[in-house]
């Protein structure tokens, strides 16, 4: 093979160059594209041959010119590919519209109901779907039509059919075009076979049919070959948007809305299927054992590993719907859902066999994917890769294939795989299901008693057979673990009370059996609190959280959380997905998965009680300005590219002390001189309200409470930035009451540009140091604390944490005093810090006694944590006297040194 372009040993090459010699030329130097397609065809119309045959001939000379490019100059796989979808492409719009305008001509146009022309749309699955067609493939289609009804005859009226008809005759004449062998070979092999009903449906399906189709008869594998599905022709339906319709009527079955684990066993049987078919056909031919594509390590088990990830997870992050597989793997990454150096092997796999599989096929482009058995043509496919012997092509070969037969059995191999060796169909029976009575027998006390109420119970009945299966043997490995110490009998029962009201969703059985490393998380979970199992109950997806153990060590993060859900948003307005329901929807899910896996790490023991109100705080913040700028982007009446508008929030997240289910307590401003701001900025708040507190199926965000507004809730939603900073002031008839500004102490700018921040900030200090009598101070101090007093009065022999004398709040209002009495003369304690860190500067400043501040820090730290874990066990927050004695003690001592002390 030296002396000669490596191309040369091609027999197919060698074919066409002796047969087009004389035409080679008409197709313009380069790689071959759609212009230059056109241009070889026009050419060979004009030396005299018809359509079918211009057409065939120039998909040879496409051929030749692309295994000169492939073997010759090391061409990229990308363009090789590429270069054939568009060789399909221009030979189905060719022959799309050739035929139609036959068919129009004796039965005239297809016409909708509504007069207008019905039209054909040529869906590309598979690889031509995903712009991966190879050298020598064949073409998966499915033909759907817009609408039914009736073509409108010819010229005479004669000729009427019903747009099926019409259609199916179109489908026929394309195939003949495209697909029939003639004395110039053909353009592509055509398979049917995917279209609704296989080889017995009809050869063209209206939109309404496949919707229907799709809806109760489409299959699991369906999902699958649906996800790279692609109108391909005609090119004048995709530019004008039409076929949008067939997209909204695709995406939803192949994306479902939540995290869908069901398709892991039926892309088992699919596979087995596929495995058995590959081993029968070598049966006697040991020789097609070395099937690149079908063989174990193979392309497809590449394709199948990205497509099942996409499947189960593309319904909640749209930014994983992509076509192709080498497009794919990076999105994968950038989700989470695969370690980068797992998708550069696989990448460089795809890559590498891809390329074996053109070799193959450019030796006599025939469609087949098994290593020739011919040295000369092993060696032939070694040099054209770059490798000195046909040994060393094999052994990376075998490499790239065990790194992907791995990773394709990591993945299909999970709980079901390992505890049900028969389940997977194929020549294998399945194991018999085992029934309850056996399963109650394997189960300790409380736990058999919780299960024994779903033997006659409705949803249990209810489940479908596999459904019910999978749910015995959650049980029994939850029992196993039981015995064995992983888990414990509380946490079992309590996996019962959170799964019954699942039962209908039988995606999450499917999760749990399929992923052991979640089902043992969250019997943890389950064990360690009450208040994650209610949570779960209300947003049971964010399970899949607990796939990995990773989060466990990390911290939120603002940025990471607001840069993917702009990502997902600009995913979802790319498909024109981005409706207001699918976007409250997307930001209700990404909340309630950061709050889970906060909720986790704090119960796992990794964030102490200030770390997790810090991260709950910076996730409402996050919220807040996400939230903002959508709607500010979808607000009709918005005068401006960005709103001059702010949010200061109070209470726990103006303090950063948010917790688990805390509303926001929130105002608004606006610093805008248009005279339309405040009606646009009045609806910019009022839509932000909606989005933040409406309740989808995926639930809320937030509850909102403005109360702390100028005027409280007799005030306006949203006011001026002067107005607010007057009424703060003390400006005019209009003022803030002492209690509004104990609020200040604790207010902080989470959203706005830095010229309001810094006027915020400096309104803030203005409040707080203003000039004050301390003694009305005090007595006005004193006077809300005893109404809040009245308002929860203790109960005998109980200790409230929160209200009781000597709990939180007492020691919330001695701070809030000392800040609003001695800021002016001791700045130092302007900043919100929070309570802890301002009682410690206010002993080492003088204004408490030695030890008295210290210890009062201490006991609010430990009253907060005792009212931590009492919301995580939803119990209430007191506690039976004398327990937290000293923390009382300490918290009363401080109050008297202030309020019934010498001090200022």
């Known amino acids: 093979m030296t002396g000669l372009a490596l191309s040369a040993h091609s027999r197919f090459g060698q074919r066409i160059r002796r047969r087009f010699e004389g035409q080679l030329h008409l197709l313009p130097p380069g790689l071959p594209g759609p212009a230059s397609m056109t241009q070889a065809c026009a050419a060979l119309r004009a030396m005299g041959m018809d359509s079918a045959s211009a057409l065939r001939t120039t998909r040879q000379l496409v051929l030749e010119r692309l295994l000169c490019l492939d073997c010759d100059q090391q061409a990229p796989l990308q363009q090789v590919t590429q270069a054939m979808t568009d060789l399909a492409e221009f030979a189905l719009n060719t022959a799309c519209s050739e035929v139609e305008l036959a068919l129009d001509q004796t039965h005239g146009a297809p016409i909708t ?16 779907g995903a712009r991966e067609l190879n050298v020598s493939s064949d073409i998966d289609l499915i033909y759907v039509y817009d609408e039914d009804g009736e073509t409108a005859g010819d010229a005479q009226g004669r000729g009427r059919i019903s747009n099926q008809e019409y259609f199916a005759k179109a489908v026929r004449a394309i195939y003949s075009l495209v697909g029939d062998t003639t004395e110039h070979g053909f353009v592509f092999r055509v398979d049917l076979a995917l279209r609704p009903n296989g080889n017995s449906g009809p050869p063209a399906v209206s939109l309404d049919a496949l919707e229907q189709y799709l809806h109760v008869q489409g299959r699991e594998w369906e999902r699958f070959a649906w996800l790279k599905s692609r109108v391909v022709a005609p090119t004048a339906c995709v530019n004008d948007g039409s076929t949008l319709a067939l997209r909204s009527v695709v995406m939803p079955f192949v994306f479902r809305r939540y995290l869908d684990y069901s398709v892991f066993d039926s892309l088992r049987v699919l596979h087995l299927q596929i495995r058995e078919h590959a081993s029968k056909r070598s049966a006697g031919h040991p020789e097609r054992a070395n099937d690149v594509k079908l063989s174990r390590g193979g392309i497809r088990e590449i394709e199948f590993t990205v497509q099942l990830l996409q499947v189960v ?87 790239h294939r065990e790194v992907v037969a791995e990773e394709f059995d990591k993945l299909l191999g999970g709980g079901a795989e390992q505890e049900c060796k028969g389940c997977n169909g194929g020549s294998q029976k399945p194991a018999a299901a085992p029934g309850f009575d056996d399963v109650l027998e394997q189960l300790p006390d409380q736990f058999r008693q919780r299960v024994a109420s779903w033997r006659e119970h409705p949803r249990v009945l209810a489940l479908k057979e596999e459904s019910r299966t999978r749910l015995l043997r959650l049980i029994v490995r939850t029992a196993q673990w039981v015995r064995e110490g992983r888990a414990t009998e509380a946490a079992a029962v309590r996996l019962v ?67 993917e859900l702009d990502h997902r948003r600009a995913a979802l307005a790319g498909t024109g997905e981005d409706d207001d329901e699918t976007l409250l929807n997307l930001l209700r899910r990404a909340h309630h998965a950061e709050v889970f896996r906060t909720l986790a790490r704090d119960v796992e023991g990794k964030l102490t009680v200030e770390a997790v109100a810090d991260d709950l705080s910076s996730l409402a913040e996050a919220v807040l300005r996400v939230t903002t700028r959508w709607c500010w982007s979808r607000l009709k009446s918005k005068h401006r590219a960005t709103p001059q508008f702010a949010i200061i929030a109070y209470g726990k997240l103006g303090g950063k002390e948010l917790g688990y289910g805390s509303d926001l307590d929130i105002v608004f401003v606006f610093d805008d001189v248009d005279e339309r701001a405040p009606e646009v900025y009045a609806s910019l708040v009022r839509k932000l309200i909606n989005w933040l507190t409406v309740k989808t199926g995926e639930g809320d965000l937030y509850e909102i409470d403005t109360a702390l507004r100028p005027n409280g809730n007799a005030g306006l939603l949203i006011t001026s930035f002067d107005a607010y900073a007057n009424y703060q002031q003390q400006r005019g008839s209009n003022t803030a009451w002492t209690w509004e500004h104990q609020a200040m102490t604790r207010a902080r700018f989470v959203l706005g540009n830095d010229g309001l921040r810094q006027r915020f900030d400096a309104v803030r200090t203005a409040v707080i140091a203003a000039p004050r009598q301390f003694d009305d101070l005090k007595a006005e101090i004193k006077a809300m604390r005893e109404k809040l007093r009245s308002a929860h ?48 500067r206010a002993e080492v400043m003088g204004l408490l006694p030695i030890g008295v501040g210290h210890a009062a820090a201490s006991a609010y730290r430990t009253l907060r944590q005792v009212q931590h874990r009492a919301r995580l066990n939803d119990e209430p927050y007191h506690v039976r006297l004398p327990q937290l004695q000293a923390e009382r003690d300490a918290v009363l001592t401080l109050w008297q040194a202030v309020f019934d002390g010498a001090l200022p």
């Not at 022309?117 to 031509?128: D, H, T, Y």
């Not at 019997?523 to 959280?545: F, M, N, Q, S, T």
Request: include cysteine; hydrophobic fraction near 45%; charge should be negative.
């Open 497 to 563: 009370d959170w799964m019954e009201p699942l039962l209908r969703r039988e995606s999450y059985l499917a999760l749990l059996l399929e992923r052991p490393n979640v089902h043992e998380r969250l019997l943890r979970l389950l064990d360690a609190a009450r208040w994650p199992a209610r949570y779960l109950l209300l947003h049971p997806g964010v399970i899949d959280e607990l796939a990995s153990a990773d989060f466990l060590d990390e911290r939120f993060s603002a940025s990471d959380f607001e840069h």
């Open 113 to 128: 109901a509504a007069g207008a022309r019905a039209q054909l749309w040529i869906v590309g699955m598979g690889k031509l």
């Open 313 to 399: 997870r593309a319904g909640q992050f749209p930014e994983l719907r992509t076509r192709a597989t080498l497009s794919a793997l990076p999105r994968l990454v950038k989700a989470g859902l695969m370690p980068a150096s797992t998708a550069r092997a696989l990448a460089e796999a795809y890559v590498f066999l891809r390329q074996v599989e053109h070799r193959i096929q450019y030796l006599d482009d025939q469609q087949t994917h098994v290593l020739p058995t011919q040295d000369q043509d092993l060696a032939w496919i070694a040099s054209t890769m770059g490798f000195d012997s046909a040994c060393q092509l094999l052994h990376q070969l075998d490499a």
């Open 793 to 840: 009065p203790d109960k005998a022999g109980l200790f409230d944490v929160k209200q009781s004398p000597g709990g939180m709040i007492d020691a919330e209002f001695v701070m809030q005093y000392l800040v609003l009495s001695q800021s002016a003369q001791h700045p130092e304690l302007l900043a919100n810090l929070g309570n802890i860190a301002l009682l410690e």
